[in-house]
């Protein structure tokens, strides 16, 4: 079974960074997907990031594009995702989710971890 474990949700000031980690499991089939999505209060959630094996390619939204960094440490089959230049507007529970063969923006991914909240605020 696949198990996604997140870490790293704080109280950060605007302009500042803060870095979450999704620690995962039992994705053992190749062409396998890793995105991070958000829900903010009274919002839609939306992803933030799609990391996908198949290209090694990582998609991001308009939103977060050129602020929010996804790398991976394969020894510690972690994820993790890089925040800078923290906005209000990035406030939400952090959450990643796996599947395979979702490319693109991880629309069908269907392992889903528990959720970090991140709060960005003065």
């Known amino acids: 079974q696949v198990q996604l474990v997140e870490s790293g949700g704080a109280l950060v000031q605007p302009g500042g960074s803060l870095r979450l980690s999704c620690v995962f499991s039992g994705l053992t089939r190749p062409y396998w997907s890793i995105g991070w999505f958000r829900q903010a209060p009274e919002m839609e959630r939306e992803v933030v990031s799609c990391?996908?094996?198949?290209?090694?390619?990582?998609y991001y939204p308009n939103s977060v594009r050129g602020r929010f960094t996804t790398s991976r440490d394969s020894t510690k089959s972690t994820v993790y995702l890089q925040m800078n230049d923290l906005k209000p507007e990035d406030t939400g529970v952090y959450t990643c989710?796996?599947?395979?063969?979702?490319?693109?923006?991880?629309?069908?991914?269907?392992?889903w971890g528990n959720g970090t909240l991140v709060t960005v605020s003065s």
């Open positions: 990391f996908n094996s198949a290209d090694d390619g990582t």
């Open positions: 989710a796996a599947g395979y063969r979702t490319y693109g923006a991880c629309s069908g991914v269907g392992f």
